[in-house]
């Protein structure tokens, strides 16, 4: 029988262009053992290349999915790979684009506590490797909408949220899920310090409606562009609703709890006249501060050369998840 691939040794992943650690980059070509024997000289040699930068890189696996055919036929070009993990809003390794590439690169996903609670037949408790083997694993291409009006094309790797509620079980009564990033001020430097962290009061939480929540769409992501996740990214495990604004989507989760309420989020909490519970993707309500009319999809020469296009009435998932708000004034409740 032949290993799953998250089993595979670090010595067999494939060197990533974000590489710039040599210790990172000698374990993954294997070459641990001949680098120690090397002369002096040809030692110095390979190793010169990456002395500008050395920082410990996290090393991503290969993940095999299936690709359901619903979420893979999108005629959208894809933002390439080195954009989607380089160009990132983590607040928890600092406000700016790139601060969670430049900080996140030694985060410890593994082991890692996913809890499932509140409302639920049978509290879950999953680790690293639960998250990667319990559930069927799919890719699906989806858009990212930030509420900053930039744009993503994004082939995740994950299972449904549903399937994992299904497996707690969602007992009568239930109306709401609530979600929570991992606290560690000790490895995320924008919990350490307000300032760092824009001001957001950690843990950063999020929440949708039950809802919602089942919808097909909704998915709790391990991976993207065929391997795990990167930290900047989320990982272990983060949530994707593609359907919202950006914020929603949080990152390396801890905790899911089904509730009889709604949750407290965390951009609601710190500016609530900008950011609402829903956040669902509106080009008919604008931020306050900006229109959300169009926004830049960001291709092969990043944000400043992206093309600007129209935005979309639920981020072009109308069919999928319109129902859902038949009875609600997404203008009152954006
Ligand atoms: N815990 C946490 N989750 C988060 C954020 C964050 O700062 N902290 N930023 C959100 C925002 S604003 C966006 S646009 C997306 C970005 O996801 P990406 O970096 O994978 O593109 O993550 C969301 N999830
Ligand atoms: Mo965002």
Known sequence: MTRPSWQLSEAEVTPEPLFRDRRAIVKALGLGAIGASLPGAVHGSIFDVFSSAPKPVFIQAPLSANKPAAFQDFSEPLTPENKVISHNNFYEFGTAKTDPVENAQSFKVNPWHLSVEGLVDTPLQLDYDDLLQSFALEERIYRLRCVEAWSMVVPWVGFPLAA???????????????????????????????????????????????????????????????????????????????????????????????????????????????????????????????????????????????????????????????????????????
Not at 262 to 267: D, E, K, V
């Open 164 to 334: 994992l509620l299904k497996k707690a079980g969602v007992k009568a009564g239930a109306t709401h899920v609530a979600f929570e990033t991992l606290y560690d001020p000790a490895q995320m430097p924008g919990q350490k310090n307000t300032y760092v962290g824009g001001g957001i009061h950690y843990p950063y939480v999020e929440g949708l409606t039950l809802a919602e929540a089942m919808n097909e769409l909704s998915l709790l992501s391990v991976g993207l562009y065929g391997k795990t996740l990167p930290p900047q990214n989320g990982a272990p495990v983060r949530l994707v609703v593609p359907w919202k604004y950006g914020f929603k989507s949080i990152k390396s989760i801890v905790k899911i709890r089904v509730m009889n309420k709604q949750p407290p989020t965390s951009w609601n909490q710190l500016a609530p006249h900008e950011y609402g519970f829903y956040a669902n993707v509106n080009p008919d309500v604008d931020h306050p501060r900006w229109s959300q009319a169009s926004e830049r999809r960001i291709g092969p020469g990043g944000l400043f050369s992206a093309e600007r296009i129209a935005t979309r009435p639920f981020n072009g998932y109308e069919e999928q998840v319109a129902h859902l708000y038949k009875d609600l004034d997404l203008k009152r409740y954006f």
